[in-house]
C-alpha cells in the first residue's frame, strides 16, 4: 500500500490544508463533508489540489507532510504545486532507500 501526501485548496478561504493519507479520496469526502466539525469545516468546500506518492511508509508520508507545515510558506506550498522536479526532490529528501 503507498500513502500520500495531499493538499487541499479552500476557494472560500483561500487557503491551503497540508495532509497524509493512504486513501485521499476518501480524506477529500471527509473534509468536506460536515458529519464532524474540524478545522476543514469550516473553510468548505475544498478541492484536491496535489496528490504526492510518499512510497510504502506512513512515517515517511508524516515526515513530509511535516517539513511542508514547518516551511510556514504559502509560497513554498504554490511552488510545491507547480513544479513535478520540486516534488520529486521533496520525496527524495526523505528516503532511506534512494531506489524509491
Known sequence: MSYYVYILYSLTSDIYYVGQSEDVESRLLLHNSTTYKSFTTKHL??????????????????????????????KYIELLLSSVELQIELVGKFSTDKNE
Open 45 to 74: 468546500p475544498w478541492e484536491l489540489k496535489l496528490k504526492l506518492n510518499t512510497g510504502n511508509e506512513r512515517g515517511k508520508a508524516m515526515k513530509i507532510e511535516r517539513y511542508i507545515k514547518q516551511q510556514k510558506s504559502r
